[in-house]
């Protein structure tokens, strides 16, 4: 299966502004994953931060890392009843090694306070640009969502839902 991702970057392309330390900059390995259509929905119901996809990749010392999320969700009243009152979000994060990659701050996406639909659907992305020296070695990149207030469920199901998706790319760019 093949997948257009970005702009379509390939193992040895350069980036334009080099790697983040000004060098090469030319794609040393990729490691990708995606939420698959096989039916099984990915949810998370809490407002606690889950795992929702990760990579696992080992890099070459001295080089930078580039990592791309794309996350088309929906998120509805847990009861499927009750519409929201206030606006609220589901709450997006990366994760390396253990530890919180705040680039930007959490990436959520708003929802309108009583819809006449009270399922909503919404899409976005998280893109860490390669300035990042992760240091050589095994490294683990996970993408985690959160439902931003209780009584909400936020769901991922391309296997059913027309547009739903989550992917997630991390690129070892060379120094």
């Known amino acids: 299966m093949s997948h257009i991702i970005g702009h379509g970057r390939y193992k040895g ?4 502004e080099g790697g983040g330390s000004g060098g090469g900059g030319a794609i040393v390995q990729t490691a990708y994953t995606e939420v698959p259509q096989d039916g099984t929905p990915r949810t998370n119901a809490t407002t606690d931060f889950a795992d929702l996809l990760t990579v696992n990749i080992t890099t070459t010392g001295g080089n930078t890392i580039s990592v791309q999320a794309s996350i088309s969700a929906d998120l509805q009243p847990t009861d499927g009843i009750t519409p929201p009152t206030t606006a609220t979000a589901i709450l997006y994060r990366l994760v390396i090694d253990g530890h919180q990659h705040m680039e930007g701050g959490n ?4 929802f309108p306070s009583n819809p006449t639909v009270y399922q909503v659907a919404a899409t976005g992305a998280i893109v860490m640009e390669p300035d990042f020296n992760i ?3 095994p490294h683990t990149v996970t993408l985690q969502w959160a439902c931003k207030d209780s009584g909400f469920t936020a769901t991922v199901d391309p296997g059913s839902v027309l547009n739903e998706c989550a992917t997630l790319l991390v690129e070892e760019i060379a120094a």
């Open 13 to 16: 392309e350069t980036y334009p």
């Open 107 to 110: 990436f959520s996406v708003l």
């Open 135 to 137: 240091g050589g070695g």
